[in-house]
């Protein structure tokens, strides 16, 4: 199956910005991802305390940095997404909550130029699946890396594989059968043809292993939970 392109994620979450408003309908499919984001955001904190700058890659509509602000108060944000309706949106309930300068940048992090700005902390909350081959995997990694000051962090709460393809396998069914729970056999199929066209995870081991090749000091392991985990680097 071709993959969505990144016009076609684009105009998808155009259209549900209502839905990404709100963590508990946004996240249905996710498991634990309040746990998750409760989690990254209080590691960033124990890493950065006296953090001023916060990247928040693939916003949506600001979630995750609203988590963060409820940790360190006043933090200056930039927020980065594809769509300007969850851009908007995200800003709007930000600009809320900090007196720290907000910036927003619509587009795709792997091409927008931060002009030589760096940040004590990043958070990518279910965004980096969208990624394709190894090289844009590299790429992208290396450029969160160096988007930190040093002694920063990326913190990271995502839809992951595993290595070994039998233990792919039963996870995945233990997926399924958490979303036939949900919604019933149609809403894990519904859920899976979605994956399946537009979302392309590594596993965790893939992405810590990619965090040591381009730089990292050190890697975290939050939480994982089937096919979900939260994890991070320190610069």
């Known amino acids: 199956m071709q993959k969505s392109t990144t016009q076609e994620i684009k105009e998808r979450f155009d259209n549900d910005v209502e839905r990404f408003s709100n963590l508990h309908t946004g996240q249905v499919s996710t498991i634990d991802a309040e746990i998750s984001l409760e ?4 590691a960033a904190k124990g890493i950065k305390p006296n953090a001023k700058q916060v990247l928040d890659v693939g916003c949506g509509a600001g979630n995750y940095t609203l988590k963060m602000l409820t ?27 900090t007196t ?6 619509q587009g795709d992090i792997r091409s927008i130029d931060f002009a030589g700005q760096t940040f004590d902390i990043i958070l990518a ?9 190894d090289e844009d995997w590299d790429t992208t990694f290396q450029k969160l890396f160096s988007l930190l ?15 070994t393809e039998a233990i792919n ?18 809403y894990r199929q519904k859920v899976f043809e979605y994956i399946e066209k537009e979302d392309s995870p590594r596993s ?18 939050l939480h994982k939970n089937m096919c979900f985990a939260a994890f991070g680097g320190i610069k």
């Not at 989690?39 to 209080?42: A, G």
């Not at 927020?79 to 995200?90: G, I």
């Not at 909350?125 to 990624?131: D, E, F, N």
Request: hydrophobic share 35%; with cysteine.
């Open 39 to 42: 989690l990254i955001t209080e």
């Open 71 to 97: 940790k360190i108060p006043n933090l200056n944000c930039t927020l980065v997404d594809l769509s300007e309706p969850m851009l908007n949106r995200a800003k709007e309930r930000v600009s809320q909550q």
């Open 100 to 105: 720290g300068e907000i910036r927003t940048l």
């Open 125 to 133: 909350g279910a965004v980096l699946h969208h990624l394709r081959d």
């Open 149 to 163: 000051n040093d002694g920063g962090c990326l913190f990271i709460s995502d839809l992951v594989t595993q290595d």
């Open 169 to 186: 396998q039963l996870i995945w069914g233990k997926y399924g059968d958490y979303l036939e729970g949900i919604g019933g056999k149609d």
């Open 204 to 221: 965790l081991n893939y992405q810590l292993d990619l965090m040591k090749k381009v730089g990292f000091r050190q890697t975290e392991i």
